[in-house]
């Protein structure tokens, strides 16, 4: 009888650890498909919207390490800390410096824009949240137009920003896509954002004040994409010579 009990419970204990190791071997199944997933759509990026665009030329030399014409790379990383339901909101990411994050790079959702980096440690980076009243602008445009504004959050949803500076001749409808428009050395082009949700013209300035609502939600985002710009310093070389050359003029 002792035996027959003791068989009973060693199997029953071989049941329970054949469990845990099948509930464990899925589990790294799963997280090698996740991480596997996260690479794919990191070089599904760059390849959509890292490359310099147009059908010009770009002249290169030998020995240009960006080459190819890329212009941005992304570093994949997760949120270990957000807040949305602040004035200005912020959220911490598990890469840092070491990993060749710095400061007033883009940060991007799988779905959307997210944020942009406003300081970091070796190893962690803390980003100014989209969600953030005057502290942030986004250059965004209308997909099917191309016309282009200025994107801000007013603090009163965390799932609505407003596009500004679109001349009311501009032909609107509800559903309409909202994405990056280039114009800044933050996100490339093209990056979706969000949809439009309504319009009206703003009296004050006679142009459209449009809601936009955001394609990713800000409060349920763990994965995110720090947008490199390989060619930031040198926008900004020629940038610092028109200034240069107004000082002299002043």
């Not at 960006?66 to 912020?90: A, C, H, L, P």
């Not at 602008?137 to 504004?149: H, P, Q, V």
């Not at 954002?193 to 319009?199: E, F, K, M, P, W």
């Amino acid at each position: 009888m002792q035996q027959s009990w003791i068989a009973g419970q060693t199997a029953a204990f071989n049941s329970t650890v054949s469990g845990y190791i099948d509930e464990g071997t899925s589990y790294l199944k799963l997280k090698q498909t996740n991480e596997q997933l996260v690479a794919q759509n990191k070089q599904l990026m760059e390849q959509l919207y890292g490359k310099q665009q147009g059908n010009y030329p770009v002249f290169r030399k030998v020995h240009d390490t960006v080459g190819g014409g890329q212009i941005y790379t992304f570093v994949d990383g997760d949120i270990v800390y957000n807040s949305i339901n602040r004035k200005d909101n912020y959220f911490t990411i598990n890469r840092g410096r070491l990993q060749g994050v710095g400061p007033k790079m883009g940060v991007i959702a799988p779905k959307g824009i997210a944020g942009i980096v406003v300081n970091t440690t070796d190893n962690y980076a803390l980003v100014q949240s989209v969600l953030s009243t005057n502290k942030i602008k986004i250059n965004a445009a209308l997909k099917k137009s191309g016309y282009f504004g200025t994107l801000s959050w007013r603090g009163e949803n965390s799932r609505l920003m407003h596009l500004s500076d679109i001349p009311k001749y501009v032909p609107l409808k509800v559903g309409d896509t909202v994405v990056t428009d280039g114009k800044s050395a933050i996100f490339p082009q093209g990056i979706m954002i969000g949809r439009v949700a309504g319009y009206e013209v703003d009296t004050k300035t006679g142009f459209w004040d449009i809601s936009v609502e955001l394609s990713e939600t800000m409060g349920n985002i763990s994965k995110i994409y720090v947008v490199k710009n390989l060619k930031k310093a040198e926008v900004r070389k020629i940038e610092d010579t028109l200034k240069a050359a107004m000082e002299r003029d002043d």
